[in-house]
């Protein structure tokens, strides 16, 4: 297999990645698909998220590792300053993804030679 083709491949599921993940978090924070407490309706005692929710926080971390170094800058930025934030990471992920790709294909091609 050619491996700039799939590492092509490879950084378009980054890309797509990245972006469902930004536009779910947005539409989590319109819509509130975890049915979380306001600060007015917390029960009183300690309070554990869902657990769906905590899996795809750590999904996220995990599918996009630069969403770490992005996520902890713009932590008390405004929104303008987060969605430019948002696209450098967009950019990062679609860049590690590429490399993991070719890399990927590099091995498939020396193992086919063998």
Known sequence: MNEIKLARRFALAGF????????FWNLDDKFNFFHLPTVETV????????????????????????YVATSFIGMDLGWTANLVLWAIS?????????LVGWIVGYLWNELTRF
């Open 16 to 23: 797509l990645i990245s972006i469902l993940f930004y536009l």
């Open 43 to 66: 029960p009183p005692g300690n309070y554990n998220e869902p657990a769906s929710r905590a899996l795809l926080e750590k999904l996220n971390f995990i599918l996009c590792p630069p």
């Open 90 to 98: 967009l950019v990062l992920n679609t860049a590690l993804y590429f």
